[in-house]
Nanobody
Framework: VQLQASGGGLVQPGGSLRLSCDVTTHTFTNYGGGWLRQAPGKEREFVAGISFSGGSTEYADFVKGRFTISRDNAKNTVYLQMNSLKPEDAATYYC?????????????????WGQGTLVTVSS
């Protein structure tokens, strides 16, 4: 199983980015998905999770109403649409998948990880 995250970059406060995570596996729907992030000097934290079907999602309080997680099971891809970005959202964002049908809300629950994509929010 391999995950490839992309879509990070430099954006001004208030701007938007869309992260993508392409997953190489023949059994994508056997996994829940998630996005987590880690800023320098901080622990990796949960951002958003999505169930195997996409029918259930969960968000950290600090991104609710601004970020949207989704998945396209035909393309083996998980997305994170990030709107109204704030400087405190700057971090390396990691996509991850978890065996089973549901997502996890802690980093140690995930089984496979992408390499991370850097998001910088600055004017």
């Amino acid at each position: 199983v391999q995950l490839q995250a992309s879509g990070g970059g430099l954006v001004q406060p208030g701007g938007s980015l869309r992260l993508s995570c392409d997953v190489t596996t023949h059994t994508f729907t056997n996994y829940g998905g998630g996005w987590l992030r880690q800023a320098p000097g901080k622990e990796r934290e949960f951002v958003a999770g999505i169930s195997f079907s996409g029918g259930s999602t969960e968000y950290a309080d600090f991104v609710k109403g601004r970020f949207t997680i989704s998945r396209d099971n035909a393309k083996n891809t998980v997305y994170l649409q990030m709107n109204s970005l704030k400087p405190e959202d700057a971090a390396t964002y990691y996509c991850a998948i978890k065996r089973g049908l549901w997502y996890g809300t802690s980093w140690f629950e995930y089984d496979y990880w992408g390499q991370g994509t850097l998001v910088t929010v600055s004017s």
